[in-house]
């Protein structure tokens, strides 16, 4: 069985710039959640995908969107760089678009904005 | 909305010695509750969880029980390794769709 997988691993930026990162989800599992994770400090929640719609979503703005495609697998695309975008983004996967299943992280890509 | 409070580290310890991480939570309902170890350089991974009041989750000498009463899920193992340093996460995962996660607790384990 195949883990979650995220490509690329690391990515440089500039301001302004945009970006585009790639996950694809556990068999069998038909959601992905995206977390970004700043230095030092825990995971946020970016949004969810279940189903290929968007089923909920934190305090990003707009510039951070994303896609999930009929494998399940999934994109975040952030527009419009800004140095704060600088982190670690994690994305992960479960059946079912709830908070109560448990929800298995990828490797994560590193992305740092100059 | 959900969130979660988890004791400040860095926690500092020889090998051998007794592990306790304390996490309380508040959440809508009857959340999961869920510890996730990040390694230097890597992604979350589970460490394990409970969804029931009263429930133990256990893995790798790695204990905690779901007190529904205190809002709390503490982490204890008993005799700590080298290998067991990281950071741990402590998330409560409710009946909307994402997990809360507070700063992380960096364990490290001194031989």
């Known amino acids: 069985e195949t883990g979650v997988t995220q490509s690329p691993t690391h990515l440089i930026k500039t301001r302004g710039q945009q970006v585009t990162l790639r996950c694809s989800s556990q068999?069998?599992?038909?959601?992905v959640s995206w977390y970004q994770q700043a230095l030092g400090q825990g995971p946020q929640f970016i949004f969810q995908y279940y189903r290929e719609e968007e089923n909920g979503r934190g305090n990003f703005p707009p510039r951070f969107s994303g896609l999930q495609f009929p494998n399940y697998s999934s994109e975040l695309n952030v527009n419009a760089l800004e140095l704060d975008d600088s982190a670690l983004y994690l994305c992960a996967s479960s059946v079912g678009g709830e908070g109560k299943e448990t929800q298995y992280f990828g490797p994560g890509t590193r992305l740092l904005v100059l | 909305g959900d969130s979660v409070t988890q004791m400040e580290g860095p926690v500092t310890l020889s090998e051998e010695a007794f592990l306790t991480i304390n996490c309380t939570y508040t959440?809508?309902?009857?959340?999961?509750l869920f510890w996730y170890v990040q390694y230097p350089g890597e992604g979350l991974q589970l460490l394990l969880k409970a969804t029931k009041a009263d429930d133990k989750g256990s893995n790798k000498g790695f204990e905690a029980t779901y007190r529904k009463e205190t809002t709390s899920f503490h982490l204890e193992k008993g005799s700590v390794q080298v290998s067991d340093s990281a950071v741990y996460f402590c998330?409560?995962?409710?009946?909307?769709?994402?997990?809360?996660f507070g700063k992380g607790t960096l364990l490290t384990v001194n031989p």
């Open positions: 959440a809508t309902g009857y959340p999961s």
């Open positions: 068999s069998g599992h038909n959601t």
């Open positions: 998330a409560p995962g409710g009946s909307n769709y994402k997990l809360t």
